[in-house]
């Protein structure tokens, strides 16, 4: 069955510092795999996607995700964090068959420390 | 653009009422539409997903029904509410072809 893990609940990073939130899927076929934030009591904004061709994809607020085939993962960094990224986090996998549906992972929530 | 309206923002509601959220999408036209729950603390378990009219399907068998009386409209109800019924309720809308879903701002849905 697909599943997606990511390990961290909560982070906490420094102002200004690196990020890099973790997350690792389980699916069969190739996957179509997202990156979500969701500021609290809102919806879910998307970050970015990955679908194919370069690994490392972009996406928007300075973030990036690097796909490994080899490590089943879809880990999202962020060079510098600014207070307005303190939010959730979600990695999903996308299964491309009927419905289109999507399978989250548990979240991590990100805090930033001034 | 397209857009994706929930409402109502805030329900509080006794055990046992009925309830209706309804989502609706604009710009778009037969787009794949889907329900989700989030409980305090977990992540997103999608309840429902309908690629078009009249057309549900139920992901986990619970308390709550889903309908698409029309291409744009989704709606989430219930006959009796239960305390477990509590949470986060956010409706998505994808495209086929694009296949990314975008998400509403969300209910959240108090059962005392």
């Known amino acids: 069955a697909q599943s997606v893990t990511q390990p961290d609940i909560h982070i906490t990073v420094s102002e200004g510092a690196s990020l890099e939130l973790r997350c690792n899927y389980s699916?069969?076929?190739?996957?179509?795999l997202f990156w979500y934030v969701q500021s609290p009591g809102q919806g879910l904004q998307l970050l970015l996607k990955?679908?194919?061709?370069?690994?490392l994809v972009q996406g928007i607020k300075g973030f990036e995700a690097e796909f490994k085939r080899s490590q089943s993962s879809f880990n999202l960094r962020k060079p510098s964090v600014h207070w307005s990224d303190a939010a959730e986090y979600f990695c999903?996998?996308?299964?491309?068959?009927?419905?289109?549906?999507?399978?989250f992972g548990a979240g991590t929530i990100l805090r930033v420390k001034s | 653009s397209q857009t994706i309206h929930q409402w109502p923002a805030t329900l509080v509601q006794p055990v046992g009422s009925p309830l209706s959220l309804e989502c609706t999408v604009e710009?778009?036209?037969?787009?794949?539409l889907y329900w989700y729950r989030q409980a305090a603390g977990r992540g997103l378990q999608l309840l429902f997903y309908?690629?078009?009219?009249?057309?549900i399907s139920s992901e986990v068998p619970q308390n709550l029904s889903a309908s698409r009386p029309q291409d744009r409209q989704f709606i989430l109800s219930s006959k009796k509410l239960l305390l477990s019924d509590s949470g986060f309720y956010l409706c998505?809308?994808?495209?086929?072809?694009?296949?990314?879903?975008?998400f509403g701002p969300g209910t959240r849905l108090l059962v005392l």
């Open positions: 998505a809308w994808s495209v086929l072809v694009q296949e990314t879903q975008y």
């Open positions: 699916y069969g076929a190739t996957p179509y």
């Open positions: 990955y679908f194919s061709g370069d690994t």
């Open positions: 999903a996998v996308g299964i491309m068959e009927y419905g289109n549906k999507l399978v």
């Open positions: 710009g778009t036209s037969n787009p794949n």
């Open positions: 309908s690629v078009g009219i009249g057309q």
